[in-house]
T-cell receptor, first 111, second 114 residues
Framework: DADVTQTPRNRITKTGKRIMLECSQT?????MYWYRQDPGLGLRLIYY???????NKGEISDGYSVSRQAQAKFSLSLESAIPNQTALYFC??????????FGPGTRLTVT | AQSVSQHNHHVILSEAASLELGCNYS??????LFWYVQYPGQHLQLLLK??????LVKGIKGFEAEFIKSKFSFNLRKPSVQWSDTAEYFC????????????FGTGTKLQVIP
């Protein structure tokens, strides 16, 4: 869905490096989310934000941080990447009455 | 806490067979329910949603789901699958009203054999 974009789409990094994944949306939604997807585990919520001044931890926030720079931008950072953070990361957006719309995903590999 | 269970992890069907994927949720209050599909190498796309009203929900591509409150279920159905339906399917729920934190099931991989 071109309304939600993620950069980069693929990234290989080394253990201990800091990395930022970015998400932008043009849907005008106020709510944004970061998930990671692992085989057999489905999607797990890392962080979510209901407006620019609101940031909340999800199920698996340890080792991650986020920044909501504007209504349309929500970044996810791995302060010191480790191999078990290798996963597919999805950004999603919604508003009060809509389901979530997902970005194309970022495939992150930590070696 | 909410949870969503999808009991079938991997389903293999021949083309034209009927499909039913199970989904059960745990929240006892009013819920919103969703089915998403993820085609190979792609992101999640919404198939259908239930917020209120008619418990039989029609979605895109011939899919439908039925909300049965007494069984805490929201099973996905399609009368005749096609090879192009090969994908992973995720059931999800959220509490109705208020903020919208969605809980996803672990997914069901559907493989349709031509």
């Amino acid at each position: 869905d071109a309304d939600v974009t993620q950069t980069p789409r693929n990234r290989i990094t080394k253990t201990g490096k800091r990395i930022m994944l970015e998400c932008s949306q043009t849907k005008g939604h106020d709510r944004m989310y970061w998930y990671r997807q692992d085989p057999g585990l489905g999607l797990r919520l890392i962080y979510y934000s209901f407006d620019v001044k609101d940031i909340n931890k999800g199920e698996i926030s340890d080792g991650y941080s986020v920044s909501r720079q504007a209504q349309a931008k929500f970044s996810l950072s791995l302060e010191s990447a480790i191999p078990n953070q290798t996963a597919l990361y999805f950004c999603a957006t919604s508003d009060l009455r809509s389901p979530q719309y997902f970005g194309p995903g970022t495939r992150l590999t930590v070696t | 806490a909410q949870s969503v269970s999808q009991h079938n992890h991997h389903v293999i069907l021949s083309e034209a067979a009927s499909l039913e994927l199970g989904c059960n949720y745990s929240y006892g209050g009013t819920v919103n329910l969703f089915w998403y599909v993820q085609y190979p190498g792609q992101h999640l796309q919404l198939l259908l949603k239930y917020f209120s009203g008619d418990p039989l929900v029609k979605g895109i591509k011939g899919f439908e789901a039925e909300f049965i409150k007494s069984k805490f279920s929201f099973n996905l159905r399609k009368p005749s699958v096609q090879w192009s339906d090969t994908a992973e399917y995720f059931c999800a729920s959220s509490q109705a009203g208020g903020y919208q934190k969605v809980t996803f099931g672990t997914g069901t991989k559907l493989q349709v054999i031509p």
